[in-house]
């Protein structure tokens, strides 16, 4: 079995899905022979030819454009975006015509196509290449849109994606592409969708998080525990749709719920967890819902960047509030 | 100082507005059957587009998009094209669908407001109408793209109008075509307006054939209201596609002779006579005064054709005005594959209604 950091596990999983049907393509900016800007499609040009390894041309909505006509004749296009920063272009093509395919056409067409993207803040990168928009996505009826925080995570959850019918915004945290190294074994199987990870068990506060922050927040869940605070650490995973049954019964047992993410606060998919748990978890909340989000700001560039990300500071003070209420 | 390239573009013309043969003729029209197919396609999809807006008019259908003066166009792209092509339209090729087998019924129910229009039973793999201009013609890239990677013989036709070539979209997708070289035929339909804003205030440039230039593709134009040049000129394009020359544009000067929508009133931004006087270019008159100099169509021929196109429109129009709509819980039915869990719930109320007691507002 190999170990391989999340990247990696990513490269792992496409190598799969080419190797396991012919149906798979990819294309996108410098992912052939430069093998990516993150090295995630490194070496398969070479094993798989440039038919199904596509460097494109310097065009987003060409790429998503273009992976809708192929997916809508049964290929199964996996379209890198460089960063998610860039991804806007694409938003008509897969607003207007991915997410809709199915639906528009009673099923006789369908849009079985990943859209993946690096996304998120902390390596110090340029301006617009920090960004975490997955509300965006997660606003759009006929999306799923998921997010890996392991390279077990990674590997299962990006096969799960390519096999699955319909469009899927993959979108990878890049702060944590080689942060950890996991054995993964390449088997072939897939993790499931719309289904949150329960990463830590502990009975006096959830924390619901996804993405980079996964490992914030791990590490805050330990600095709790030596505080004597046993949280319980829940990875959404896919943030469309929810599997709010986790977060609630988690919820039930706790009362208490700190959500955490990169994203700013305002229509953050935090946003709609807390309007979830206010609906169908009330009466087991012992405190108000707490959110530990990026702020309402543009997000800043490199030098302010650390200030603007949730902190295992803030994640344990929110938790600390929590637990001290009434 | 040297030049680096030079640029000229073909114009097709077979028949003159009077339908006098100007040009040379096409092989497949010295056959009356193939003429007369054209013929009776232009003059099916002005009924159709008649009894569409006359719906409309009555409450009956929601807002259509007419193609009436443009049958010649879009009559022509169909006939061009074989039945395992693609066609990726915009929402005024009514002529081209109907061609290539999608119902009257289907588009009736689609502009009345039901998604099962878009479930064509015969050209299973088109595209439905896409109502963001300009759009899908990247979904034609891409559909081209797995045709050449399969190694069929194929090709895809998208339509667009003159507004689409504005967009950014428009260009990455034949850029795209031309890098891949894949069998994709770019038709721009250049009716001239884009809603209100006639073609000079959309592009400086002399010709949008020319926008070809720019991604290394072949491009031509042809007379859009000939339908014997469009047929002629799509035809040659499908058939370089299938041969692996790859992908090219054409554009089909024609003319919107009715208002962009039904919800549109083009007497606001157009004069009567600008309008009057294109009517005599009306491609369907043009066809009949060819086949009736040649011979080939008599009073009896035209007055059996509008018999046969009535009784179909009207048994179209009574079928889908007796098409109960879906039931509300259809919303959740194709949205995915399989109704994830977190919207069960949201389903069961939409197909239940126990907040909609009474009545709800419809």
Redo the contacts between chains.
Sequence with gaps: MAEVTLVGAVNMALARALSDDENV?LLGEDIGVDGGVFRATEGLLDRFGP??V?D??L?E??I????????????K?VAEIQFMGFIY?TL??II??ASRM?????????CPMVLRAPFGGGIRAPEHHSESTEAIFAHI??L?VVIPSSPTRAYGLLLAAIR???PVVFLEPKRIYRVVKEEVADDGEAAPL?FCFTLREGIDVTLVTWGACVEDTLAAARELAEEGVDAEVIDVATVK?????TIVASVARTGRCVIVHEAALTGGVGAEIAAQLASEGLLSLLAPVERVTGYDTIMPLLRLEDRYMPSRARIKAAARRALAYG | MSTVARFEFRYTRVLDPSGALVGELPDFAGDREALVDLYRGMVRTRRFDAKAVSLQRTGRLGTYASSLGQEATSVGIGAAMAADDVLVPSYREAGTQLWRGVTPLEILLYWGGDERGMDYQVPREDFPISVPVGSQALHATGCAYAFKLRRQKRATVAVLGDGGTSRGDFYEAINMAGVWHVPAVFVVSNNRYAISVPLRRQTAAQSLAQKAVAAGIPGEQVDGNDVLAVRHAVARAVARARAGEGPSLIEALTYRLGDHTTADDASRYREEAEVSAKWKEDPIVRLRSYLANAGLWTKADEEKLLEEVEAELTEAVDAYLATPPQPPEAMFDYLYAELPTALVEQRRLAAGGEDDEDGGDG
């Design positions: 393509l038919e199904r596509i494109t041309p065009s909505c060409g998503a454009g273009s992976a809708i006509g192929m997916a809508a004749q049964g290929l296009p272009p008509d093509q207007s015509h199915r639906n528009r056409t009673r099923g006789r067409l369908s009826p006929g799923r699955d019918p319909d719309d749709p929810l599997d709010m049954d």
